[in-house]
């Protein structure tokens, strides 16, 4: 039995050897104090999410960030999926283990900072080490936390948009939504397209977070309170389903049916990117996958992106989705984290490479430069310059808070398909909705 | 019809007007064994389709370009191409999907080692042995059973960032070494009891001792629960995909599963026919081990050790 036990311990020994060679070492080396003059050097991690593209891309600004810091290694990590990257980061917080500098969004950044995973970015503003002169204030201002310190520099704008085949709506004789469209008009308008094409105009939103946030911010409220507390009541959910439910049942959107069998579908696959509907609520940053895809399957037709409807100002319901960079509480490298940072926001090379992959770049000096560049698509541009006049829109601030994933986006979808298949709930599916709101935000 | 006469000693049989059992069903248009088989056939063909449809259409779509996929229902419509297979295949600084298949399979290898070694010796324990606190120790396994995911996995993710294994596989593999798979371990528990002890009792007179009854009479006997583990451990950890996200950082050390979502981005641009590609040869290791083993677990059930 010993020789045995011998014999099993030789044998499995260079397995555990082999399966802790396979790590690499995660050990990072402390760098000067911040604001100190000695340039960074050492280790940083950087989590990040994206497809295929976006890790090419990003890869491509630490290659150059390489360069200009040869002394400092970048390791990034990329998660293809939206969902799965907050389940890593949220263990990951709770473990205390999150990358140096981990990918944050506004709509998400509560989560985090309020339970003190990431670390206050303030000094490192204030001393330079971090330049936001070229970010208009009111984006850097969005990463702010609760408690009024800065724990995300936002580098790029996503906002919600009504993309639209302009040269299907040409063909029906139709106008294209001017500016300050309302709701009542998007309504009338979807019914003029559906009743001269025969087939649904717009696919089923009601289920979707970024459009029930431009009727709460075009109804006088919004999402979340600057409190964090949940700001959008049950009326205005309720109204909000009404109007949707108005669509379906006039035929001007798709089914409810077809709502639920889109609800995963990725862009490519939407109706509007294969032609079969000519318009849809989706994500600005997405026109030129729609148009590529539509150039495949359709050569000829033009997709343009239009903001959100507006109130009766004339202000439309957008609301910025800001992405940007944090420097976690657990990391040991801040003067390198904060080097790497800086060089994402400012450097001019690496916005060229990064091409706003990730919403609109919000530095207005790359921004400018993208703009005039050959090697970004005529629709990104058009992107670009829906992001440039909603900017100058002065928009109101959003605020979000807790469980903006949990609430706003997962019991949304299950509340909106309950009421979608028994519309006689409405009233009573929004007010369990938002009580179910207010006890996951604890507020 | 003859009349009975008394007294005559012979039985005569009184007629009766036949009346035929009236049939709930009509009758079949046809006895012939071959029609039978035919029918029988086409129905378990008809429902064999229907239950691969979704992969049939994976597999046709694996082969149209990002913009064709899902545009149609029946296969084999539409334009064709394998340049979401070349473009999948093609190593990039991305995504290396080939080092991605070596990195899963030497996972499932391991975990199956793992758990069949610690399942089938605690599984021996269990069903056979008596020990101090065995009752106690068998309902925590019952136990683990019942703990969902979410309950273990910040404190698991805890315990191995302090055991220095993030980033390495260790966390994926050690774990099957240490018998957590509850469920391997209670299948295992419950075959052994099926097992008769005769043959225990014989090994013991010829002079085995515990370890020597499992090896040389239980072990063997086990092959159809060892079949099933080594199957659906394979399965489990070619498909794990919340371990891998969790544990591995590294992109060159990503399992098939997390190369396969790097095909997708809701907040960019997708490749869904590559994606599809990828996860038709991704299913081919799992159909290749699945045929293996399962011939070892029919030749287990055929076999019972007496004569």
Known sequence: MKRRTLV???????????????????????????????????????????????????????????????????????????????????????????????????????????????????????????????????????????????????????????????????????????????????????????????????????????????????????????????????????????????????????????????????????????????????????????????????????????????????????????????????????????????????????????????????????????????????????????????????????????????????????????????????????????????????? | MTTPQPGMGQTVEVGVAETKPSRLLPRRASKSRAVQAIARHAVTIAIVIIMLYPVIWMVDNSFKPNAFVGRTLLPLQGPFTLKNYISGLTPRASLNIGVSFLNSFIIGVLSVIGNLFACSLVGYAFGRLEFAGKRILFTILIGMLLLPYQVTIVPQYILFHQLGWLNTYLPLVVPKYLATDAFFVYLMVQFVRGLPRDLDEAARIDGCGDFGVFWRIILPLLSPAIATTATFTFIHAWNDFLGPRLYISDMNKYTVSQALVQFIDSTGQSSVGGLFAMATLSVIPLIGFFLATQRWLTEGIATTGFK
């Not at chain 1, 936002?154 to 029906?172: E, R």
């Not at chain 1, 006088?220 to 109204?239: K, S």
């Not at chain 1, 309950?418 to 009573?428: E, K, L, M, Q």
């Open chain 1, 8 to 443: 099993t311990t030789i044998a499995f020994a260079p397995l555990v050897g082999a399966l802790t060679a396979c790590g690499s070492s995660t050990a990072t080396n402390p760098a000067s104090a911040p604001g100190g003059s000695a340039a960074p050097s050492g280790d940083i991690s950087f989590a990040f999410w994206g497809g295929q593209q976006r890790v090419e891309r990003t890869q491509a600004v630490i290659d150059l960030f390489h360069k200009a810091f040869p002394d400092v290694t970048v390791t990034p990590t990329a998660t293809g999926d939206f969902n799965a990257y907050w389940q890593q980061s949220t263990v990951q917080a709770a473990g205390n283990n999150m990358a140096s500098v981990p990918q944050m969004q506004n709509r998400t950044l509560a989560d985090y900072a309020d339970r003190g995973a990431l670390a206050p970015l303030d000094d490192l503003v204030a001393s330079g080490a971090i330049d936001v002169s070229n970010i208009p204030k009111s984006v850097v201002a969005s990463g702010r936390g609760k408690d009024g310190k800065q724990y995300m520099i936002p580098y790029g704008a996503a906002f919600a948009s009504l993309m639209v085949d302009t040269t299907v709506i040409g063909k029906l004789g139709l106008e294209l939504p001017p500016e300050g469209y309302t709701w009542e008009w998007l309504s009338d308008w979807l019914g003029q397209i559906s009743k001269k094409s025969g087939a649904p105009a717009i696919n089923v939103f009601g289920g979707t977070s970024d459009e029930l946030e431009a009727w709460a911010r075009t109804h006088g409220e919004q999402l979340y309170n600057d409190d964090g507390t949940v700001g959008v009541t049950a009326g205005t959910v309720a109204g909000f389903w009404n109007y949707m439910m108005g669509l379906i049942g006039s035929g001007k959107s798709q089914s409810a049916q077809a709502g639920v069998e889109q609800q995963k579908l990725p862009i490519e696959q939407q109706p509007i990117s294969q032609g079969k509907a000519p318009t849809m609520f989706w994500p600005a940053n997405a026109v030129a996958t729609v148009q590529s895809t539509l150039d495949t399957i359709t050569p000829g037709h033009e997709i343009q992106v239009f903001p959100m409807p507006s109130e009766s100002e004339g202000v439309p319901g957008n609301a910025l989705w800001l992405s940007g960079l944090s420097i976690s509480k657990n990391c040991n490298n801040v003067p390198a984290a904060a080097a790497f940072i800086n060089f994402f926001l400012n450097d001019k090379d690496g916005a060229l490479a990064f091409q706003s992959d990730n919403g609109v770049t919000t530095n207005t000096v790359n921004l400018g430069a993208l703009l005039a560049a050959s090697t970004i698509s005529d629709a990104m541009k058009k992107q670009m310059n829906l992001y440039k006049t909603l900017s100058g829109m002065n928009l109101p601030p959003s605020y979000y808070g807790k469980a903006m994933a949990q609430v706003f986006q997962q019991n949304l979808i299950s509340a909106f398909q309950s009421v979608s298949f028994a519309p006689g709930t409405v009233d009573s599916t929004a007010a369990q909705f938002i009580k179910d709101a207010k006890q996951a935000t604890g507020k």
